[in-house]
């Protein structure tokens, strides 16, 4: 492949299967993508010492180092097995007080950076710096600190410089903001609402404050242009560039996400308006292919792919990347008890009208989106338990146990009408004790619930965590990182 063709293909970043690394027609296709030139790879799933080790060798064929990204917006553990789970950013800040904790969540975060630099990951697709003002919003939510700019851009500047003193680069997103949409990327193109200024100031303050790069969004900001941001020359090269003065690397958000459907070979588009990577396209050769093509038309100047190329080589060379001897990083021996004891942090009391709830005989009753293992965790607690529709009316009182998921693509975001109405029908003739575990929204209609507890994540750290909690009497701690749109 000649110089002109490595130079597009190292403005692009694949993905990279962390389950598929020992199948041996895979590892073949990723390694031609490496001797051809590929600026790098974003790594989903996979277990850590499986990964770590393709990825130092894929470092070993590359003659610059390779961009190895992730979405470790909940810590190394959300990608990797056998890596630590964080909680999710609004579970960071509603569990944390920067200016009083700050040496306690610099600690937490230096875990996120020696196990991703570690296992070979050197940039991270972190902090979200959206700012979450639209309650019905299906994929923001809990990946973002706040519903306040100046919040968010607080919490959002701390781990970029956390992150960044330890080595690990970061990366911004989705500039200039996705916290206002009511539609996901990934399945559809989401419109910015609300006051363009109140978005963006947290990637003011993250430029300020040095991120390497940020990622821009497959959303719609019509009071700025007609086309999507990842793809708008207004927004990427007059506002982030001109008027914000961002200096560092612009990735797109993925290029195989919905939004971007009705436009054709949108990854030239991105590069023509003014980003420099093209992340996860569903076809690198294909990519590849279209932009070349663009630029041998004159439709992307040459003097665009030499600024792109500039910038993305001076982050390549800052990069850490480490060989399959090298153990440099070594990892927090973050166990299991101190990880429950930092989710026991970020647990809200909105309000409790019972008391001490351990003088109460409670049953649980499960509802949204769990799996057998969480339903064990009840079980082996309470001695029983059952999911919402299988309520029966006693004189115990019930803990409503909701579980949702703010993920790419999913369905989870939000509890059904018919679970819903029986909630409230439940609160509003018993007492009741309800507990979210994920989307906080979803408690606005329940507000009649004696007890109503807030936790960010879903998952079966956050329910043992929460079980402790239970059976300590519930001394909760947490403030509330949003405002809650009561429906009464």
Known sequence: MDKFFRDIMSLIVARLDGEEVCNREYRKYIEKLVLDGIGGFVIFGGSYEDVKEYLAFLQSLSETPLIIASDIER??????KGATLIPSQMAIRAGFDIKNERAELESLYSVVSSEALNLGINLTFVPVLDVNTEPDNPIICTRAFSDEPEV???YGSFVIKTLEARGLKTCGKHFPGHGSTRLDSHTALPILSGDIDEHI???????????SSIMAGHLLVSKLDDKPASISESVLNNLLRDKMSFKGVVFTDAMNMKALDRYEHAETLALKAGADVILHPEDPYKSLENISFACKKGLI???RIKQALERVSLLRKNLICLDRKSDRFFVTDFNEISTLEVFKKTFTM????????RRHRVTPYLAGFYDSSVKDLFFNN?????DLLQFKDSEQIPLIAIFTNIRGGGKEFDIGEQERSLIKKMVSTKDAIVVSFGNPYVVRFFKEAKTI????????????AFLELFNEGLKVKGSLPVKIPWND
């Open 75 to 80: 810590g190394v553990g959300q990608q990797i």
């Open 152 to 154: 968010v851009a607080e």
């Open 201 to 211: 100031t947290p990637f003011r303050k993250a430029i300020q404050t040095g991120v």
């Open 301 to 303: 100047s040459h003097e």
């Open 350 to 357: 909105v309000k409790n009208e019972l008391g001490d709830i």
């Open 382 to 386: 309470f001695g029983g338990v059952y």
């Open 453 to 464: 507890i807030l936790t960010y994540d879903f998952h079966q750290i956050a329910v043992s």
